[in-house]
């Protein structure tokens, strides 16, 4: 299911997308209810791929960093509605300006969820 664009912006932290270290990230938060992610699809930055396995998760609860590499039915992530996360991205450090990612999701009740955000990179 593609997630229209006004729904995206409830859950992506908008100004959140900024070089750090090796890599980037961004933020995002829960803002729809409780799910389970089951499983990591497709992931792009500027059109160029990115590996899942440079590709964390680190929740706002101060719990262990989840790779997105791992994330399956049988390790799922589960979360709550007003859940917070930081997605950290290694080996790409962007470029200043506009960027455009593209994320695919395995959530257990509503099946591949395809999305895509356009941000400009932050201080």
Do not use: C, K, W
């Not at 440079?54 to 994330?71: E, H, K």
């Amino acid at each position: 299911m593609n997630v229209p664009g006004f729904l995206v912006r409830q859950f992506y932290v908008a100004g959140s997308l900024r070089n750090a270290g090796e890599g980037f990230e961004l933020r995002a938060r829960s803002a729809f209810g409780d799910g389970m992610l089951v499983g990591i699809g497709r992931l792009s930055v500027d059109g160029r791929p990115i590996d899942r396995a440079a590709v964390a998760a680190f929740p706002d609860d101060g719990s262990s960093p989840i790779l997105a590499a791992d994330v399956s039915r049988r390790r799922p992530v589960r979360f709550r509605r007003g859940d917070a996360i930081t997605l950290r991205v290694a080996g790409t450090v962007l470029e200043p300006g506009e960027h455009h990612l593209a994320v695919e999701l395995d959530e257990l009740n509503l099946g591949r969820l395809r999305f895509e955000i356009s941000d400009r990179l932050a201080g």
